[in-house]
């Protein structure tokens, strides 16, 4: 049971890297300092997995301050992003589709 646990914990853990690389990837691409904090969580949530496992149930809890970390930070870029409106890094730009009524024959 116990060899169970710590290959989900792995693979826990590997998930959690996938997605820290995606979340890095986007802020390459976008430069948008939400995708590093997301990506800060997910490294901490792959961390906190590792920990469960090694550490004896006695020292647990530093494991779970550590998930209540990522998911504070997690909160907090949410937070900022709020706070700066939601905004666009510099440097990229929005575009918007064109609009599908304008080119519409009228009738009359």
Known sequence: ME???AMLAGAIMAVA???LVFFLRFWRKTGDRLFVFFAAAFLLLG???IIIVVLSSDHRSFGYLIRLFAF???LFA???KNRR????AAGTSQSKAPDRD???PTLG
């Open 3 to 5: 060899m169970a646990k």
């Open 17 to 19: 890297w996938a997605i």
């Open 47 to 49: 961390i906190e997995r």
């Open 72 to 74: 504070l930070l997690i």
């Open 78 to 80: 949410i937070l900022d």
């Open 85 to 88: 409106g939601g905004k666009a």
């Open 102 to 104: 304008s080119k519409r």
